[in-house]
């Protein structure tokens, strides 16, 4: 188990871009996949992107694809999420999340670890 805390949101006009960054405690974070998740207002929690343990593979949602990139830096336990050309459906609570495995998941029941949340809003 590692615990983590989302930081870098904020308010940013349509068109902007943010990085979030999630650190991470626990010696057992580079062995496992990580993810970012995001809850809009009136809508569940949805996967917006993942990294495999060390980075040699990532998956997007098709919302995200091309605007987003997910990294990690595994010797500062820190995974981060940034955000291009961010539209106002953007807007959401973005959750960092660690996985139970090294791999790449959509699937929220393969994350058993979630930040509190790091609130994110884009401006038309």
């Known amino acids: 188990q590692v615990q983590l805390a989302e930081s870098g949101g904020g308010l940013v006009q349509a068109g902007g871009s943010l990085r979030l960054s999630c650190a991470a405690s626990?010696?057992?974070?580079?062995?496992?996949?990580m993810g970012w998740f995001r809850q809009a207002p009136g809508k569940e929690r949805e996967f917006v992107a993942g990294?495999?343990?060390?980075?040699?593979?990532?998956y997007y949602s098709e919302s995200v694809r091309g605007r987003f990139t997910i990294s990690r830096d595994n010797a500062e336990k820190t995974v981060y999420l940034q955000m291009n050309s961010l539209k106002p459906e953007d807007t959401a609570v973005y959750y960092c999340?660690?996985?139970?495995?090294?791999?790449?998941?959509?699937?929220?029941?393969?994350?058993?670890?979630w930040g509190q949340g790091a609130q994110v809003t884009v401006s038309s």
């Open positions: 999340a660690a996985g139970k495995t090294a791999w790449v998941t959509s699937r929220a029941y393969d994350y058993d670890a």
């Open positions: 626990g010696r057992t974070f580079s062995n496992i996949a």
């Open positions: 990294i495999s343990r060390t980075g040699g593979s990532t």
